[in-house]
């Protein structure tokens, strides 16, 4: 082979190899949307008990599954991260996302302490807080795609209100524990800048506070089928409105 032809052809490997580039960026239109769902907690860590006595992980799961179920009738592409309940390590679950196009993490919410009061139920001490009731959004500057994250917090916020649940303030209150800043309080997105899920994702990142399970009616409520597909469908239209490419056709 002589030097000419050499070079031609390493410049058709170098065009084969733009072309292929290329087709890879004309298939992002139609390619199916990915997201990352994470299972907050574990068995051996299971977060909040709610009011009932019933542990956040099994909140978190049903929710999760809800979800999942619903983007995966949309034709999107689903990762279910934690939900065998044996994800005890909080830095694997950014990694067990990698190439997806978002990565939300699933949770119910509780209060400070000094909010919760005894109360017996089924026979059972328990412990609640009327309190306070709603949803609540964390998003972190130091994950790495901050402005695409809150621009899809700010939805999912958006159409769960427009589902009609309300965003909860109580992050916002000036006392130890909470005291967090608004990064869009309208839709009640707060930051949370140090959230280990959030900043080692490497795609934008929300965690959803579904709810609070110490209020107990917001844990009868959330313990609901009906109510799961409701918050579900509005988290995947907000998902789907926030992620779309362009050519998509979601409305
Ligand atoms: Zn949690």
Redesign the pocket.
């Known amino acids: 082979m002589n030097t000419a032809m050499g070079f031609a052809a390493k410049c058709a490997l170098v065009l084969s190899g733009m072309a292929v580039a290329l087709s890879a960026v004309a298939a992002g239109p139609t390619a199916a949307l990915s997201v990352a769902l994470d299972v907050?907690?574990s068995r051996q860590k299971p977060?909040?008990v709610s009011a009932r006595g019933v542990n956040?992980f099994e909140f978190?799961r049903a929710l999760a599954q809800t979800l999942a179920d619903v983007l995966r009738q949309r034709g999107v592409q689903v990762t279910l991260i934690g939900v065998d309940g044996d994800m005890n390590d909080l830095y694997a679950r950014p990694s067990r996302a990698a190439g997806a196009d978002f990565f939300l993490s699933i949770?119910?919410?509780s209060v400070q302490p000094q909010y919760l009061q005894p109360w017996t139920v089924d026979g059972a001490h328990r412990r609640y807080s009327d309190r306070f009731s709603g949803f609540s959004l964390f998003v972190s500057h130091q994950n790495p795609y901050f402005a695409q994250s809150l621009a899809c917090a700010s939805l999912l916020g958006a159409r769960l209100r427009a589902a009609g649940f309300q965003p909860s303030d109580h992050h916002a209150e000036p006392i130890p524990g909470e005291n967090r800043s608004y990064a869009d309080r309208a839709n009640g997105v707060y930051d949370f800048d140090q959230l280990v899920v959030l900043r080692m994702a490497s795609q934008p990142a929300a965690l959803l506070?579904a709810g609070i399970i110490v209020n107990r009616a917001d844990e009868q409520s959330l313990r609901q089928p009906a109510t799961q597909t409701r918050i579900a469908t509005a988290v995947a239209d907000g998902l789907e409105r926030c992620l779309a490419r362009p050519g998509a056709t979601t409305p």
Request: aromatic content about 0%.
């Open positions: 907050g907690h977060g909040a956040e978190n949770h119910h919410d506070e």
